[in-house]
């Protein structure tokens, strides 16, 4: 059964940067659509950005446009968020998710999918 494993995460200064890890071990990312998702106090959770297992198509909300980057390492089976120019708004706990192949954007609107990371807290503030 596939597992995620989130790293990364941290306490950094509005437009600074992270670059968060999601590791993936009992399957291939290669047969999965990612995601990446944040959930902040009081808020519900939601899709940040999703990729595609086949096509290499991405998707971001857009609030992280132009600042977050998704990418897979299929070598290492692992799946980052890197994060650039962070604002203090960013601030929430950041999961990675994966599901079975799946329209991305359907990805990043969904909450629902069979595997998840167990979470890696980003906070930014001065």
């Known amino acids: 059964q596939l597992q995620l494993v989130e790293s990364g995460g941290g306490l950094v200064q509005p437009g600074g940067s992270l670059r968060l890890s999601c590791a993936a071990s009992g399957a291939s990312l290669n047969y999965y659509t990612i995601g990446w998702f944040r959930q902040a106090p009081g808020k519900e959770r939601e899709g940040v950005s999703c990729s595609s297992e086949r096509s290499g198509a991405t998707y971001y909300v857009d609030s992280v446009k132009g600042r977050f980057t998704i990418s897979r390492d299929y070598a290492k089976n692992t799946v980052y968020l890197q994060m650039n120019s962070l604002k203090p708004e960013d601030t929430a706990v950041y999961y990675c998710?994966?599901?079975?192949?799946?329209?991305?954007?359907?990805?990043?609107?969904?909450?629902?999918?069979?595997?998840w990371g167990q979470g890696t807290q980003v906070t930014v503030s001065s």
């Open positions: 998710a994966a599901n079975f192949p799946l329209a991305i954007q359907a990805m990043c609107i969904m909450t629902t999918h069979p595997y």
